[in-house]
């Protein structure tokens, strides 16, 4: 029978010892791979989709954030950016490709109107997107300038980096679908 004297820990093999170890958790690897790697999904309905252009350019250089890589494949994209008016015409459409995105999948609302509506507070217009689809950051502004649409995804990467690996299948995340009604 062994005891713990006869435990030897195995010596580490040469130019792996030493400074360049470092312990960590997977929740923050993960975290930090995702939130600097958001493929965003552009669904631009009017002119806050303007102001997403100027982003994307390089003035404003959105790739700065590892987010310049655009995705029309909602099966290829982690993050819906939602710009401009949406009519409640469009919002099935909307849901849908929000329902084909895989998860992990995030969203921004841009603006006033994919927010509220904004100023069009009329029977066609979807007062909110956050009516169809669960919201993860709200850019406000008429339009936002693109200084505020990296503030959002800035916002949103705080998100992604400190969430669990696991936190999609959370009973939380599961309610939040669920009053979606999303499976
Ligand atoms: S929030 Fe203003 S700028 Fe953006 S789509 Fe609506 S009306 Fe246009």
């Not at 400074?19 to 975290?31: H, I, K, R, Y």
């Not at 631009?44 to 303007?50: H, Y």
Request: aromatic share 8%; proline share 7%; hydrophobic share 40%.
């Amino acid at each position: 029978m062994s005891n713990s004297k006869d435990i030897k820990l195995v010596d580490a093999p040469p130019g792996v010892e030493g400074s360049g170890f470092f312990a960590t958790q997977l929740d923050t690897v993960v975290g930090m791979a995702r939130a600097n790697s958001l493929w965003p999904l552009p669904f631009a309905t009017s002119c806050c989709g303007i102001e997403f252009m100027a982003t994307m350019a390089s003035h404003y250089d959105v790739a700065r954030f590892g987010s310049e890589r655009m995705s029309f494949s909602p099966r290829q994209a982690d993050m819906l950016l939602v710009m401009g008016t949406i009519a409640k015409k469009m919002a099935p459409i909307l849901r849908q490709v929000y329902e084909q995105m895989a998860e992990p999948r995030w969203v921004i609302a841009v603006g006033a109107c994919a927010s509220s509506g904004g100023v069009f507070d009329t029977y066609s217009v979807l007062q909110g997107i956050d009516k169809v689809i669960p919201v993860d950051v709200y850019v406000p502004g008429c339009p936002p300038r693109p200084e505020q649409i990296l503030d959002g995804i800035m916002r949103l990467q705080d998100i992604v980096r400190s969430e669990s690996v696991r936190r999609r299948n959370s009973p939380e995340y599961q309610e939040l679908m669920a009053s979606y009604n999303i499976t």
